[in-house]
Nanobody
Framework: QVQLRESGGGLVQAGDSLRLSCAAS????????MGWFRQAPGKEREFVAN????????EYVDSVEGRFTISRDNAKKTVYLQMNSLKPEDTAIYYC?????????????????????WGQGTQVTVSS
């Protein structure tokens, strides 16, 4: 059974940086794309970024492009989200997700239905 565990959230000020980590277990990590989503209070879960199974392709939501970087270390079975220049509107619970398709040739994209496994989330709060 796949388990995803996020860490690295916290309370920071606007302009600060955080790095989120998501450690995976349960199946061969390097065969599946990974993604990050977030959910703010009263809002739907929102796609943030994803990375393909090999780490060679990434995609971001426009609002974080140039500030956030997704990466993965397949040897450590971990995906990261480096978040720089944080803004109050980045405040949310951040979830990592693992793709449903083995070595998908494209990126899974922004629809939550494309993702098979989810972590429990980590809270990120950015004060102004």
């Amino acid at each position: 059974q796949v388990q995803l565990r996020e860490s690295g959230g916290g309370l920071v000020q606007a302009g600060d940086s955080l790095r989120l980590s998501c450690a995976a277990s349960g199946r061969t990590f390097s065969n599946y794309a990974m993604g990050w989503f977030r959910q703010a209070p009263g809002k739907e879960r929102e796609f943030v970024a994803n990375i393909n199974w090999s780490g060679g392709r990434t995609e971001y939501v426009d609002s974080v492009e140039g500030r956030f970087t997704i990466s993965r270390d397949n040897a450590k079975k971990t995906v990261y989200l480096q978040m720089n220049s944080l803004k109050p509107e980045d405040t949310a619970i951040y979830y990592c997700a693992q793709d449903s398709i083995y070595k998908r040739p494209t990126l899974p994209g922004s629809s939550p239905s494309a993702w098979q496994y989810w972590g429990q989330g980590t809270q990120v709060t950015v004060s102004s």
